[in-house]
């Protein structure tokens, strides 16, 4: 156990809906990160938030947006869905930035299917 | 940008047996950590060994050690008296270091290893 939760475990929807990812960090950690793993990208860096404020965006889409909150959870928020946002969407976190011990611990996962 | 290349999509090994997985890295960076992690059929991302690049020692955790060759952007993994549990997809990852707000994880396409009774 990562120490990072992440929730709901599966989610199925359908095209066109609105979803929230929850994420919650290990206990003393700052910056969480959300990656997105698909049959045909791979596991693709989304965007990261340190103590509350966003650090760095990777290859987020617009339809996609994220906030970390001031207990740290953050939530990861798709929109407009499309069959192709069907993957595993993860989140990481790691206690700073540009430190020795920034190793990022991953949760479980959320899985999410769109129909 | 950085990218990192894995060559073996697929490994298969004896039970017990020692089992090395590539990985090659194209870096400008002088200042960086490599990563291996290996994903279950859980889908769990699991931290198996880090490696700093200013250290010259290889890392090891265990049953696990690499062998990393700066000069060469080389990161292979080797797995001695492998397990069944070791059966899982196994990413190396590059991250920056000390690149406050840039510390994202660039990940390989992974290894599909399985251990065989």
């Known amino acids: 156990d990562s120490g990072v939760t992440q929730t709901p475990k599966h989610l199925i929807t359908a095209t066109g809906q609105r979803v929230t990812l929850r994420c919650s960090p290990r206990s003393g950690d700052l910056s969480v990160y959300w990656y997105q793993q698909s049959l045909d990208q791979g596991l693709q860096f989304l965007i990261q938030?340190?103590?509350?404020?966003?650090?760095a965006k990777g290859n987020i889409l617009e339809r996609f947006s994220a906030q970390q909150f001031p207990d740290l959870h953050s939530e990861l928020n798709l929109s407009s869905l499309e069959l192709g946002d069907s993957a595993l969407y993860f989140c990481?976190?790691?206690?700073?930035?540009?430190?020795?011990?920034?190793?990022?611990?991953f949760g479980p996962g959320t899985r999410l299917t769109v129909l | 940008a950085q990218t990192v290349t894995q060559s073996q999509p697929e490994m298969s090994v004896q039970e017990a047996e020692t089992v090395t997985l590539s990985c090659t890295y194209d870096t400008s960076e002088s200042n960086y950590y490599l990563f291996w992690y290996k994903q279950p059929p859980s889908r769990q991302m699991i931290l198996v060994i880090r490696q700093e690049a200013y250290k010259q020692q290889n890392a090891t955790e265990n049953r696990f050690s690499v062998n990393f060759q700066k000069a060469a952007k080389s990161f292979s993994l080797k797995i001695s008296d492998s397990q069944l549990g070791d059966t899982a997809m196994y990413f190396c990852?590059?991250?920056?270091?000390?690149?406050?707000?840039?510390?994202?994880?660039?990940f390989g396409t992974g290894t599909r290893l399985t251990i065989i009774p």
């Open positions: 990852a590059f991250m920056k270091l000390l690149d406050f707000g840039n510390e994202k994880l660039t």
């Open positions: 990481a976190s790691s206690v700073a930035s540009g430190r020795a011990t920034d190793t990022q611990y």
């Open positions: 938030y340190y103590n509350g404020e966003e650090r």
